[in-house]
């Protein structure tokens, strides 16, 4: 049993389509992170959130804390958001982080 | 700020043999992990430590320790390595606090780890 699911594994979209991504997550958690990883790279981390919603340019996630649900939108998307995009929550004690699997992302031109 | 910063980057290593993979951070975080990634699979926790002196194991401890002397430091060492411990390592830090004030995570570059 996964504590965290990601929807969907595997997402190809046309340059300047809305993309979503969906997290559920089955633990009481303190905060939710969303994070990006490049192909053969390192991880970034992208937003945390514990209510509501942020925006960072063309990224915007939000939480519904009732649901345990998290979106992930990329508006006008761009060959360069061609990545993984991991959801992670952070266990209500603070201690541990449980991960998604990953959307793997590719934006074609 | 370097922020996480592990060594060495890459590394193959014989059945058998053993290493250390360093991690330091600088931004007095409490919270440090260690997590590999297998392909296809989600990261995977391994060790982590709320404070220095203070570790505890993960999901997936068996072949490895890790050591807390200081905030900054949290190396991890393989002995007796496998080829089942061919993998993506991160390290990773991270604050927290009693009052469950949460803190970003912050991952280093990553080491890429062949056992033959």
């Known amino acids: 049993k996964n504590e965290v699911e990601q929807s969907p594994q595997n997402l190809t979209a046309q340059e300047g389509e809305f993309i979503t991504i969906n997290c559920s997550y089955s633990?009481?958690?303190?905060?939710l992170h969303w994070l990006q990883q490049h192909p053969g790279g390192g991880i970034v981390s992208l937003f945390m959130l514990s209510s509501g919603k942020k925006k960072h340019g063309r990224l915007i996630a939000t939480i519904n804390i009732q649901e345990k649900h998290s979106s992930l939108h990329i508006t006008a998307s761009h060959p360069r958001d061609s990545a993984v995009y991991i959801c992670?929550?952070?266990?209500?004690?603070?201690?541990?982080?449980?991960f998604g699997t990953g959307t793997s992302l590719t934006v074609i031109p | 700020n370097a922020g996480v910063t592990q060594t060495p980057k890459f590394r193959i290593l014989k059945i058998g043999q053993s290493m250390t993979l360093q991690c330091t951070q600088d931004?007095?975080?409490?919270?440090m992990y260690w997590y590999r990634q297998d392909p296809g699979m989600g990261l995977k926790l391994i060790y982590y430590s709320v404070g220095a002196g203070i570790t505890d194991k993960g999901e997936v401890p068996n072949g490895y320790n890790v050591s807390r002397s200081t905030t900054e430091d949290f190396p991890l060492r393989l002995e007796l390595a496998a080829p089942s411990q061919t993998s993506v390592y991160f390290c990773a830090s991270s604050y927290g606090d009693s009052r469950a004030v949460p803190g970003e995570l912050f991952f280093g570059e990553g080491s890429r780890l062949t056992v033959l």
């Open positions: 931004m007095n975080h409490n919270y």
């Open positions: 992670a929550v952070r266990s209500w004690t603070g201690n541990q982080f449980y």
């Open positions: 633990v009481g958690i303190s905060a």
